[in-house]
Nanobody
Framework: QVQLAESGGGLAQPGESLRLSCAAS????????MAWFRQAPGKEREFVAS???????YYTDSVKGRFTISRDNAKKTMYLQMNSLKPEDTAVYCC??????????????????WGQGTQVTVSA
């Protein structure tokens, strides 16, 4: 049974940093691309970043240069370092493994397993 546990969210002021973690179990973590998505109130879930099993990274334009995705395959954990946070980064952040590639890595429909998410709120 695939289980994903996100942590590290919280309240931050604009310009501050947070580091999210995603601990995975029930799957061969090192074999899959992993991704972060986020969903703000009243909006659809959107792609944030992803990392292939070999470490190639992809980011949505709005976070490039501010967020860094990484993974530790030995710990079965993925991270998202978020710097220079903005109010528009406020959302619930979820991680997901891309177990059954079908289409585009940035589409949420590409992912079958999700964690509960961790709330990130950026406000002065």
């Amino acid at each position: 049974q695939v289980q994903l546990a996100e942590s590290g969210g919280g309240l931050a002021q604009p310009g501050e940093s947070l580091r999210l973690s995603c601990a995975a179990s029930g799957l061969t973590f090192s074999s899959y691309m992993m991704a972060w998505f986020r969903q703000a109130p009243g909006k659809e879930r959107e792609f944030v970043a992803s990392i292939t099993r070999l470490g190639t990274t992809y980011y949505t334009d709005s976070v490039k240069g501010r967020f860094t995705i990484s993974r530790d395959n030995a710990k079965k954990t993925m991270y998202l370092q978020m710097n220079s946070l903005k109010p528009e980064d406020t959302a619930v952040y979820c991680c997901a493994p891309r177990v059954y590639p079908r289409s585009n890595y940035y589409s949420s429909s590409e992912y079958d397993y999700w964690g509960q998410g961790t709330q990130v709120t950026v406000s002065a």
